[in-house]
Structure formats: C-alpha cells, structure tokens
C-alpha cells in the first residue's frame, strides 16, 4: 500500500512562511505526479500546486508568487508557503497520482493569523 506522511503545518501569522513536508512510501512502480491539495472547512478540496516525475510545476493562480513546490527525491515533495495570508488557512493535503489513482495524506493544518 502507499502512504503519505505530511509535516510542517501550524499557526503563522500574515506575512510569515511555512514549509510543508511529505514523503511517500510503499509500492510505487511509478508516480505520475505529486502535488498538494488544500480543503477549507464544507468545500472540496483544490489543487494548490503540483510537480511532475520530470519537474514540471503546476499552481493554482492564488498561489503564485508565493508558494514553491519542489522535490529532492522520488518519493518526496515540499511545499515552501511565503507571505502567507489568513485565507491560506485550510487543511492542506499531500497527493501522488499513479497508474489514475490518487493516494492522499492525512493532511495537515495550516492557520495564517491577521
């Protein structure tokens, strides 16, 4: 089976950066991409920004400008959050797509005060 373990979330106030962590494990015969996901409170979730096998990136317009996604490795990704706002607050989940299949992480909260 595969997981995905998320670190880095907490409470930061307006302006101030946060680094998220996620790092996979399990039988992975290919990952198509890894990405992050954010949900805020009776919403679904949506997509913040996603890295390709062969570093390709992707971010929501919100984003960007602000938020870098990166990986050091095969199995791990990161997400650097700068100059956050308080409607960044959600619940942020970790992503990896393979073979059309999605794995989630247990997510992480992330809180930006005014």
């Known amino acids: 089976q595969v997981q995905l373990v998320e670190s880095g979330g907490g409470l930061v106030q307006a302006g101030g950066s946060l680094r998220l962590s996620c790092a996979a494990s399990?039988?992975?015969?290919?990952?198509?991409?890894m990405g992050w996901y954010r949900q805020y409170p009776g919403n679904e979730r949506e997509l913040v920004a996603t890295i390709t096998e062969g570093g390709t990136t992707n971010y929501a317009d919100s984003v960007k400008g602000r938020f870098t996604i990166s990986r050091d490795n095969a199995k791990k990704v990161y997400l650097q959050m700068n100059s956050l706002k308080p409607e960044d607050t959600a619940v942020y989940y970790c992503n990896l797509r393979s073979f059309w299949n999605d794995y989630w992480g247990q997510g992480t909260q992330v809180t930006v005060s005014s």
């Open positions: 399990g039988r992975i015969f290919r990952i198509d991409y």
